[in-house]
């Protein structure tokens, strides 16, 4: 025991004193500067081009002596990957951000959106916060483990990626298709997660470190009726039918599960929150919570609810073209957001039961994230951020979370990476403009991010952690 005790003191000393060696204020600097570039590159989709910002990173990596590769999809379609090896002891880290942004709506821009403004505290551009801050910290954090010389027990693998806005077919799919070997490991840090600053306070209230995802899976439904005259009633009308399908669908939503995170989630936050809310959080956690605690859950916060059962999304209704017409068609799209685990058949089979009327077809549409199981709160990574958070920003609660929307990280967790998502921290109610009109980060939260992404990546690459931990 006083042995276990010794090498937990020996290894928290270590990690302190390597952290330390590391100049915070030029990593400030340093990431500063390269996401104000980043966001001069125009790399937004359709076009992407993230070839512009491919090329950019390989110069950055290039000047400091790091081998690196541009692999391309389709032309112009560019992802990059790098390397920083360690000594083998332990399977790699993988760094990752998307280069790609979504498109603007220049005339609702009070900025320009391609300049990378920097005042009052605040980086202003597209990429900004989604997802350029992380692909230049991810960066800076590569270049310095290589500048100052960190003894690693990993490799810790950098990898800008193309067209994740669009799904990642021609980013992480095509890379974990045809180029896994260079980018495979145990553990990854991707977009998915942030801190949350109390704007009363200014101090960082909760940290969400993304450790699972739903998946998407969406579906038509098409009714094929009798066309004819608006004035005379008919009992296949197909619009009506529709509606009674759809109306069936968002009355009576799929059973509630939790997972390994959701309830770790709910039970932090009944440890955390005012009491009101707390008896809500305590309450979900009970073998199954009746429908008023769901929607107690639901005015708590809407996403809370998502994440507790497959959603199903009514969020298309296509019919009819004439008002004294009935249509001989009608069709519907639904969002389907599944926990991890459902089996897509078993799911159809469901939603068909709802509907319970053979005349509704149900037709699953294509889908760019594979299904995928989440990542483990037991892994050395999550433990790093819980640590390292509690050491810069005590009494902020890590709460490990599931995402309603998809990001990368689903591939990569289908190809056996366990991966976590982490970024720059949002003032509480303050809205960033991500994927919006005018997106911004704020600078301190930016370097925070860095830190605390540095801090992270030396202690689960770090030798002296790695060997302490065996
Ligand atoms: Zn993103």
């Not at 910002?53 to 002596?65: K, M, N």
């Not at 880290?93 to 280069?99: A, D, F």
């Not at 017409?325 to 939603?351: C, F, H, K, M, Y």
């Not at 860095?450 to 801090?455: A, E, M, Q, Y």
């Amino acid at each position: 025991m006083r042995i276990f005790f010794f090498f937990l003191a020996a290894s928290w000393l270590a990690n302190a004193a390597m952290a330390r060696e590391v100049d915070y204020d030029r990593l400030d600097r340093d990431a500063l500067r390269t996401l104000v570039d980043l966001i001069k590159l125009d790399t937004s989709q359709p076009a992407g081009n993230e070839i512009l910002a491919a090329r950019y990173l390989a110069s950055r990596l290039d000047e400091a002596g790091i081998e690196s590769k541009i692999y391309e999809a389709a032309p112009g379609r560019a992802s990059i990957v790098a390397r920083v090896r360690g000594n083998g002891a332990a399977k790699p880290l993988l760094l990752l951000g998307h280069t790609d942004v979504v498109t603007v709506e220049r005339a609702n821009w009070s900025f320009e959106p391609f300049e990378g403004a920097v005042s009052d505290g605040k980086i202003f551009g597209r990429g900004a916060s989604d997802d350029k801050s992380i692909v230049a910290g991810s960066l800076e954090v590569l270049l310095a483990l290589k500048r100052l010389g960190i003894p690693l027990a990993r490799d810790v693998i950098f990898l800008g990626v193309a067209d994740e806005e669009a799904g990642g077919t021609l980013g992480i799919t095509w890379m974990v298709n045809n180029h896994l070997d260079d980018i495979r490991a145990e553990l990854a840090i991707n977009e998915g997660g942030r801190g949350y600053i109390d704007p009363e306070t200014g101090r960082y209230s909760s940290f969400q470190i993304g450790t699972a995802e739903k998946t998407p899976r969406r579906a038509r439904l098409v009714v094929k009726g009798h066309a004819g005259h608006g004035s005379v009633p008919t009992r296949d009308n197909a619009i009506g039918v529709l509606a009674g399908a759809v109306d069936r669908l968002y009355r009576q939503p799929l059973p509630m599960a939790l997972n390994e995170t959701t309830r770790t989630l709910f039970k932090r936050l009944a440890e955390t929150s005012p009491p009101e809310q707390a008896a809500v959080f305590r309450a979900i956690l009970e073998p199954n919570p009746g429908d008023d605690v769901q929607e107690r859950l639901r005015d708590i916060n809407p996403s809370y609810y998502s994440i507790i059962r497959t959603s199903v999304v009514p969020t298309i209704f296509n019919a009819g073209y004439q008002r004294n017409v009935i249509p001989s068609e009608a069709e519907a799209t639904l969002d389907i957001r599944a926990l991890p685990g459902v089996d897509p058949e078993d799911l159809w089979e469901q939603i068909r039961g709802i509907i319970n009327d053979p005349r509704v077809e149900v037709i699953p549409m294509k889908v760019t994230r594979p299904a995928h199981d989440p990542a483990p709160l037991s892994s050395p990574l999550f433990r790093a951020f819980e640590e390292v958070i509690a050491r810069r920003h005590p009494g902020a609660v890590v709460l490990p979370t599931m995402l309603t929307g998809a990001t990368d990280s689903a591939q990569l967790r289908a190809a056996g990476v366990a991966a976590y998502g982490f970024g720059p921290g949002v003032v509480q109610g303050e809205d960033n403009g991500v994927h919006g009109n005018d997106e911004y980060l704020r600078v301190d939260a930016y370097e925070e991010y860095v830190r605390i992404l540095w801090d992270v990546v030396t202690r689960v690459a770090g030798t002296d952690q790695v060997n302490a931990a065996r």
